[in-house]
C-alpha cells in the first residue's frame, strides 16, 4: 500500500502518515538507541517519510538525527525525501523575558542535534497567554524562515484569537498541530474554517488516544491510577470529558464492530476516520517500533462507507465533550489536563 502524500505549502510535501516521537521521549520506557534508529529505517522504506519531534522531547531530535545519518548513508540519492517536524516550545517560566536571541539559540540546538541546515517545519507552541511574547515569538521564526534556517512556519495548540492575528501580522502559517480524534473533535468548526480559508493543514495528535483505541481496551474494565504511561494518564482525561468509561465503550464497541466488517482494526478505524476530516493534512502515529507498522498502515486500505460515518456520528454527536477551542482545557490551571504538563524542559535540557 503506497503511503499518500500531502502538499502543505508549495513545493513542500508529506506523508499523510507521520511517525510520532513523543512516545520515545521521557514517561514511555527504555529506549534503546539502535532499535529506535532501525525502527524509523522500516517506517521510511514503507512510505511514512515524515517525522514529528519537538525541542522538549527528551533524546528525540538527536534519535532523528542518527536516523538521518544512516538514511543519507545507505540509501540512493533517489531515496525519498525526509521530512523532519520539530517544535519551538520555550518554558513557560522564560515567557516573561524571552528575546529573539533565545528563540534562535533554540532553533540552532535543533539544527545541531538533527545535523542538518535547515529546519523543514518548526511549530511554535506557548503555553500562557496572559504572558505576551507569542505574536513576536512567530515573528522571529518567520525571520528566521527568511533567512533560510527555517523552510516551513507552524503552530501547536494555539486557539482562533491567536492564529487570526498572527495571519493578520502578515505570518505564513503551513500548518497547525492540534489534538483531533473520534474522542476530540475541538478543532472543528472556528478553527478549521480560518484553517482552510488560509490553507493551513491541520497535522493531527491523539488519533489513537494514546493506545486506548485498541482491541485490548475492549470490554475492559475502566482502568485506575496509576496508568502505565504519560500517554494513557493524558488521554484517560480525554476520555473522561468525551463522558467518561461506559460512553468510550459504547464508541469502542461500534468501531469494533466496523473493523469486523472491514477485516481491519480499532486502531485502524480511528486512524481513517480522523485522515478523512476535511483539512486534515496528515495524522501522527506514536508508534514507537516496527511491530506497530502494519496496523498503522492498514488505515490506508480502509473505506469507511455513509453507515459507518453515520454509526460513528451518533457516538460523537452525544458526547457533553470535550469542548471549547483547542487546547483550552489544557490551558485551565485548576483543572485535571494542567495538572500532567511539564512547563519547563527547555531550559533543563
Same mark, same amino acid.
Given at each position: 500500500?503506497?503511503?499518500?502524500?500531502?502538499?502543505?505549502?508549495?513545493?513542500?510535501?508529506?506523508?499523510?502518515?507521520?511517525?510520532?516521537?513523543?512516545?520515545?521521549?521521557?514517561?514511555?520506557?527504555?529506549?534503546?538507541?539502535?532499535? &529506535?534508529?532501525?525502527?524509523?529505517? $522500516?517506517?521510511?522504506?514503507?512510505?511514512?517519510?515524515?517525522?514529528?519531534? $519537538?525541542?522538549?522531547?527528551?533524546?528525540?531530535?538527536?534519535? #532523528?538525527? /542518527?536516523?538521518?545519518?544512516?538514511?543519507?548513508?545507505?540509501?540512493?540519492? /533517489?531515496?525519498?525525501? #525526509?521530512?523532519?517536524?520539530?517544535?519551538?516550545?520555550?518554558?513557560?517560566?522564560?515567557?516573561?523575558?524571552?528575546?529573539?536571541?533565545? #528563540?534562535?539559540?533554540?532553533?540552532?540546538? +535543533?539544527?545541531?542535534?538533527?545535523?542538518?541546515?535547515?529546519?523543514?517545519?518548526? *511549530?511554535?507552541?506557548?503555553?500562557?497567554?496572559?504572558?505576551? !511574547?507569542?505574536?513576536?515569538?512567530?515573528?522571529?521564526? @518567520?525571520?528566521?524562515?527568511?533567512?533560510?534556517?527555517?523552510?516551513?512556519?507552524?503552530?501547536? @495548540?494555539?486557539?482562533?484569537?491567536?492564529?487570526?492575528?498572527?495571519?493578520?501580522? !502578515?505570518?505564513? #502559517?503551513?500548518?497547525? *498541530?492540534? *489534538?483531533?480524534?473520534?474522542?476530540?473533535?475541538?478543532?472543528?468548526?472556528?478553527?478549521? +474554517?480560518?484553517?482552510?480559508?488560509?490553507?493551513?493543514?491541520?497535522?493531527?495528535?491523539?488519533?489513537?488516544?494514546?493506545?486506548?483505541?485498541?482491541?485490548?481496551?475492549?470490554?475492559?474494565?475502566?482502568?485506575? +491510577?496509576?496508568?502505565?504511561?504519560?500517554?494513557?494518564?493524558?488521554?484517560?482525561?480525554?476520555?473522561?470529558?468525551?463522558?467518561?468509561?461506559?460512553?468510550?465503550?459504547?464508541?469502542?464497541?461500534?468501531?469494533?464492530?466496523?473493523? @469486523?466488517?472491514?477485516?481491519? =482494526?480499532?486502531?485502524?478505524?480511528?486512524?481513517?476516520?480522523?485522515?478523512?476530516?476535511?483539512?486534515? &493534512?496528515?495524522?501522527?502515529?506514536? &508508534?514507537?517500533?516496527?511491530?506497530?507498522?502494519? &496496523?498503522?498502515?492498514?488505515?490506508?486500505?480502509?473505506?469507511?462507507?455513509?453507515?459507518?460515518?453515520? $454509526?460513528?456520528?451518533?457516538?460523537?454527536?452525544?458526547?457533553?465533550?470535550?469542548?471549547?477551542?483547542?487546547?483550552?482545557?489544557?490551558?485551565?490551571?485548576?483543572?485535571?489536563?494542567?495538572?500532567?504538563?511539564?512547563?519547563?524542559?527547555? =531550559?533543563?535540557?
Amino acid at each position: 500500500m503506497t503511503v499518500p502524500t500531502y502538499t502543505l505549502a508549495p513545493g513542500y510535501e508529506i506523508s499523510r502518515l507521520i511517525k510520532g516521537g513523543w512516545q520515545l521521549a521521557g514517561g514511555h520506557g527504555q529506549v534503546a538507541r539502535d532499535a &529506535a534508529v532501525g525502527d524509523m529505517m $522500516a517506517f521510511a522504506d514503507a512510505g511514512i517519510t515524515t517525522f514529528d519531534c $519537538a525541542d522538549i522531547y527528551s533524546g528525540v531530535e538527536e534519535l #532523528i538525527g /542518527d536516523f538521518l545519518r544512516a538514511w543519507r548513508t545507505t540509501r540512493s540519492p /533517489d531515496a525519498p525525501t #525526509i521530512r523532519v517536524h520539530t517544535k519551538c516550545v520555550p518554558d513557560r517560566d522564560a515567557l516573561p523575558t524571552l528575546t529573539r536571541a533565545q #528563540i534562535h539559540a533554540l532553533v540552532d540546538r +535543533s539544527l545541531q542535534r538533527l545535523g542538518v541546515d535547515t529546519l523543514d517545519l518548526v *511549530q511554535l507552541h506557548w503555553w500562557d497567554y496572559a504572558v505576551s !511574547g507569542w505574536l513576536e515569538t512567530a515573528g522571529y521564526l @518567520n525571520d528566521l524562515r527568511a533567512a533560510g534556517k527555517i523552510r516551513q512556519v507552524g503552530l501547536t @495548540n494555539f486557539d482562533v484569537p491567536r492564529v487570526r492575528a498572527m495571519l493578520e501580522a !502578515g505570518i505564513p #502559517i503551513a500548518s497547525h *498541530q492540534v *489534538q483531533l480524534s473520534l474522542l476530540d473533535r475541538r478543532p472543528l468548526g472556528a478553527m478549521a +474554517s480560518l484553517c482552510a480559508a488560509h490553507d493551513i493543514g491541520f497535522l493531527c495528535y491523539g488519533a489513537l488516544a494514546g493506545g486506548f483505541f485498541h482491541e485490548r481496551w475492549l470490554g475492559a474494565a475502566e482502568p485506575l +491510577s496509576p496508568l502505565e504511561n504519560r500517554s494513557l494518564v493524558k488521554y484517560k482525561l480525554i476520555i473522561d470529558e468525551f463522558g467518561g468509561w461506559d460512553a468510550f465503550q459504547a464508541l469502542l464497541h461500534t468501531m469494533h464492530t466496523i473493523a @469486523n466488517a472491514h477485516a481491519t =482494526t480499532i486502531g485502524a478505524v480511528a486512524i481513517r476516520a480522523t485522515l478523512d476530516v476535511p483539512g486534515v &493534512a496528515g495524522v501522527i502515529v506514536g &508508534a514507537r517500533h516496527t511491530g506497530h507498522l502494519p &496496523a498503522t498502515c492498514a488505515a490506508l486500505s480502509l473505506t469507511l462507507t455513509p453507515h459507518d460515518r453515520a $454509526a460513528l456520528g451518533a457516538h460523537l454527536d452525544a458526547a457533553p465533550g470535550p469542548r471549547g477551542d483547542v487546547y483550552t482545557l489544557e490551558r485551565d490551571l485548576a483543572g485535571p489536563h494542567a495538572g500532567i504538563m511539564r512547563y519547563n524542559l527547555n =531550559t533543563a535540557r
